[in-house]
């Protein structure tokens, strides 16, 4: 399955989108993404000059993803930073789903980024992850 994602028409005060990749890992980061473009209108002028981890548990793959978002949504808000996934590693054992991911980017800048949505929160509504002959897919809905 080729990675990427795609934004829902019709939600109102939300933004929801769908995010496909081959693999978990691929998938959590291709979300990054899709929260980086809601958030700027150019998620290409957001460079990699910054580095952070992050590592991260919840009881399932749901709201492991929730969790994700919503702390990418925070280091905007409160550290001021635009990141994304560089890379994520997803394991699952003894009901717990966990993170362990490389995140990079820069502090937000108004003359640099042209805002999109403010993007407040990842929200639990109509959230899911589905396996697929060709990978994974998961819907988002994003609170704006």
Do not use: C, Y
């Not at 919840?58 to 996934?85: C, H, I, S, T, Y």
């Amino acid at each position: 399955m080729k990675a990427g994602f795609a934004f829902v028409e019709g939600a109102t005060s939300d933004l929801a989108f769908v995010a496909q990749a081959a693999t978990l890992d691929a998938l959590f980061a291709v979300a990054s993404e899709a929260l980086l473009a809601a958030t700027v209108e150019d998620p290409s002028s957001v460079a990699p000059s910054e580095r952070r981890t992050l590592s991260l548990a919840e009881p399932d793959l749901e709201l492991l993803l929730l969790r994700f978002l919503n702390e990418l949504v925070w280091l905007r808000d409160a550290k001021g930073l635009l990141l994304r996934a560089e890379s994520v590693r997803i394991t699952r054992e003894e009901g717990e789903a966990q993170l362990e991911a490389t995140l990079v980017g820069e502090p937000l800048s108004r003359i640099r980024h042209a805002l999109a949505a403010d993007v407040k929160a990842a929200t639990a509504h109509g959230l899911r992850i589905e396996g697929r002959p060709e990978g994974f897919e998961a819907r988002v809905t994003l609170d704006v």
